[in-house]
């Protein structure tokens, strides 16, 4: 069975960092897309960063060029977001979510991540 | 970028109910459409893949038809579980993703 597990969300201050982690289990992470994808309160789905399988792509929405990274570890079967100059706008649960050509098949069960002062 | 919209952005519903909920792309998508459930205080679930497949485990009460610029999700009769949050999201194999802005359930 398909687990992944984020990790990592917490309260942060406008303009500083965090790093969000996801542990995936039950299939062979690397060969599988992996993507960040988030939720603000009260609010849709928004697509953040996908990775491809042996870092063959990696792309951000154009919201978040520029701040946020997003990187794999296979051997560890680890996914990361590190997000930097966080805003108020990005309080919202950052889903780990794995992908076979687009289609989004398993979701962890997300980590909030809240920007205030 | 293409840009997709969701018709209605809520609906009062009654178990037993067909309910239909309509998903347009801004550009044609050819059938590289998806179908999300997001029930409150939970991660999204694929229901529908390639705009007409039921992922594995879903009921069969739930269908999806369209091709091009228009899709559409039914489910033939309305269950007290299926109330949620519905979401399509078009892909290519590449990204961006980009979702529709959700149609919410709600039962009268």
């Known amino acids: 069975e398909v687990h992944l597990v984020e990790s990592g969300g917490g309260l942060v201050k406008p303009g500083g960092s965090l790093r969000l982690s996801c542990a995936a289990s039950?299939?062979?992470?690397?060969?599988?897309?992996m993507n960040w994808i988030r939720q603000a309160p009260g609010k849709g789905l928004e697509w953040v960063s996908s990775i491809g399988r042996d870092n063959t792509y990696i792309s951000h929405a154009d919201s978040f060029k520029g701040r946020f990274t997003i990187s794999r570890d296979d051997a560890k079967n680890s996914l990361y977001l590190q997000m930097d100059s966080l805003r108020a706008e990005d309080t919202a649960v950052y889903y780990c979510?794995?992908?076979?050509?687009?289609?989004?098949?398993?979701w962890g069960q997300g980590t909030l991540v809240a920007v205030s002062s | 970028d293409i840009q997709m919209t969701q018709s209605p952005s809520s609906l009062s519903v009654s178990v037993g109910d067909r309910v239909t909920i309509t998903c347009q792309a801004s550009q044609d998508i050819s059938n590289y459409l998806n179908w999300y459930q997001q029930k409150p205080g939970k991660a999204p679930k694929l229901l529908i893949y390639?705009?007409?497949n039921l992922q594995t485990g879903v009921p069969a009460r739930f269908s999806g038809s369209g091709s091009g610029t228009d899709f559409t999700l039914t489910i033939s009769s309305l269950q007290p579980e299926d109330i949620a949050v519905y979401y399509c999201q078009q892909y290519d194999s590449l990204p961006p993703f980009i979702f529709g802005p959700g149609t919410r359930l709600e039962l009268k």
């Open positions: 390639d705009a007409s």
């Open positions: 979510v794995r992908d076979y050509r687009g289609t989004f098949d398993n």
């Open positions: 039950g299939f062979p992470f690397s060969s599988f897309s």
